[in-house]
């Protein structure tokens, strides 16, 4: 310890240095290039559309122009119920509050790399005693205290800077992740919700189909024991009556089960105001419909997706780490410093005259290290090269996604029309079956039959129905729409 009389400010002047020199350090990281898009400049299902041009497609509330992505979910939704229990779900729901809680972590990381940019810097006391090197059995002692900046390395080459720039990545895409978790969730909420009604109506179609039938049953049991009609007609009738049964069995437990599912979603019992948004004899003709969403261009989906967001910036962070593997190879400065007082005695250690400073530099280049540094880039490169499939995966499942959904709103439409002809179709074969039947010209197998189709014709509209309003819901989720708009998690 070299004792300076000036008390010269020589630790603000280390500071400087250290500074300057990471300012003026390089990056030795690859120049990022977005890779191409590895998907049709068309949406397919814009061609089927057209194909079909002759029909109107999903019935909507009105024609937007704005992309999904910037139409908020509270916008899309027109029902106050569904909206009510998707807002549930956004305070509640664990997988979102995982999500919340990734990019706390994912940015706490990141401080802590930018930290690494600057000298720490504190407060230190040292002391120390050793034999004197004059060889007459003295004991020399000196001791320290003052500020102290320890192993800072000046990032010449871009290491630190490398590693700060991934962080900030993986911060960015863990914000990205959480947004997709909102848009799936938003989604399944409103998808289950569309279930349940489907569920009330089928109850409710097959409820009064069994009463139908059991009517039918005991009207043929006593036309079988007044020997005017066979064992077949009555079985057949059974048989109908049973399979009613079955049905209605069946939709009770999937009614069950998608109330179990929304209970998992809102992350909470479905009590209270919650229980009273839950569909109660509502049909699902009687669903509120949703805005129509345009498709836009396959290329949009690059900024309006934050899944392909996410995977990009996750790109972003390995190209830096390749930045940070090949600074590796560099020679590496480090500075260790301090400043304060210093005496050869404890009790002199804050006298007058006993300041004192000490600068250490130290550079290590590296010459053997038995093939680390060149594995850490090669990994790195590979890393990268991941990295790169994985954005480009994750742009063809996007285009696959919303291709698939436009092919729905293409179809759909088209098939509920045909499928709820058919139904009154089938009402009427039924009501002319049953004329004849009473009237004596058609035996009961063919009321029985008409009876069968037009059950399933009836269930058939609603299912498609279903599907028609969850290929929707789908659509918006796919376009990237649902994670904006007030709703999103505070930070827990």
Known sequence: MKANPMRKTALAQILSIGVVAVLTGCSMAP????????????????RLSRSLAGAPLVASASVQT????????????????LRRLIEASLRNNRDLRIAVLNIEQARSQFQIRRADQFPSVGAAATGSR?????????????YTAGLALTSYEIDFFGRVASLKDAALAQYLASEE???TTQISLIAAVANTYLSLLADEELLAITEQTLATREESFKLSQLRFDNGITSELDLRQAESLTQTARFSLAQLQRQRAQDTNLLTLLLGQPLAGELAAALPQGQALADAPVMVDVPAGLPSDLLTKRPDIRQAEQQLLAANANIGAARAAFFPRISLTASA??????????????TYGWTLAPQLFLPLFDAGRNRAGLATANVGRDIAVAQYEKAIQAAFREVADALAGRATLGEQLRAQQAQARAEDVRFNLSDLRYQNGIASQLDVLDAQRSQFAARQAVVQIRLLQLQNQVTLYKTLGGGWKGEGSPATP
Request: glycine content about 10%.
């Open 31 to 46: 120049t990022y290039e977005r890779p191409e898009s590895p998907v049709a400049t068309d949406w397919p299902g814009l």
């Open 66 to 81: 704005v992309a999904a992505a910037d139409i908020e979910w509270q916008s899309f939704f027109s029902d106050p119920k």
């Open 130 to 142: 050793q034999p004197s090197s004059s060889g007459n059995r003295s004991i020399s002692s000196v």
């Open 177 to 179: 992740g959480r947004k």
């Open 340 to 353: 304060g007082s210093v005496s050869t005695h404890l009790s002199g250690l804050f006298e007058s005259g």
